[in-house]
């Protein structure tokens, strides 16, 4: 068993007295591809925006590693530089392909030379470089979300959440994207959670699958790849 990274415990999320997540007691191990599964309105959204630092929950302990998420009230600064999270509907400036994925890197001081080295290298581990000098905005759903990762990934996280990645990608694309999935997770050794309503899809590239409904945990099981 390797360590965990996320650890929860007595997780309530209540919206308009209407508790939509109920978690009493779930982790996740490092370096592994976490698929949360469920229909709609299950709460997979909701726990995805508290994991990525989105959200405070109502209620609840969260650690990551050894640091307890709010631990003094205050919003873990330190962490959102490690957990990052790519949207169902991601939006990308109206600029290139390329200074989209250069933004962080921008605000992050680093020089015009690293920043092209990186963007290189992650237009190519996404599999779009020949989409370098496009507008960000005239693309389709499957480009935008490649793009949208390759951003994510440009600030090294060490945690990669993915809302329904798939949900506005072409069918025929989608074994694709699976692909590049996999290798970005093989290269950067990185955790990743994928959240999706496609079971099939979570048994094809998860290593555990977390089932909600209703917002409680009804499953959490290991698969073996
Ligand atoms: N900002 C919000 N305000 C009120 N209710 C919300 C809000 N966001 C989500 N909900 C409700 O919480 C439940 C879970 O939503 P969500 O986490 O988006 O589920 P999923 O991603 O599994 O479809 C749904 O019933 C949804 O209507
Ligand atoms: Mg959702």
Known sequence: MGKYLFKIEDL??????????????????????????????????????????????TFGKIWYQEEMFYENGGLPERLRKKITMVHQNPFLFHTTVEKNVAYGLKVRNYSHSQRNQKVASFLKLMGIEHLRHQQGTRLSGGETQRVAVARALAID?????????????????????????????????????????????????????THLIDGEVVDHSSLSH
């Open 12 to 57: 309530t999320h209540i919206y308009e007295d209407r508790t939509i997540l109920n978690i009493f007691s779930l982790a996740f191990e490092e370096k592994k591809i976490h698929a949360i599964t469920g229909p709609n309105g299950s709460g997979k959204t909701t726990l995805c925006n508290i994991l990525g630092l989105l959200l405070k929950p």
């Open 157 to 209: 996280p060490e945690v990669l959440i993915l809302d329904e990645f798939t949900a506005n990608v072409d069918r025929n694309y989608v074994k694709i994207i699976e692909g590049v999935i996999q290798d970005v997770f093989r290269q950067k050794n990185i955790t990743i959670f994928l959240v999706t309503h496609d079971e099939n899809q979570a048994s094809r590239i998860a290593h555990t699958v």
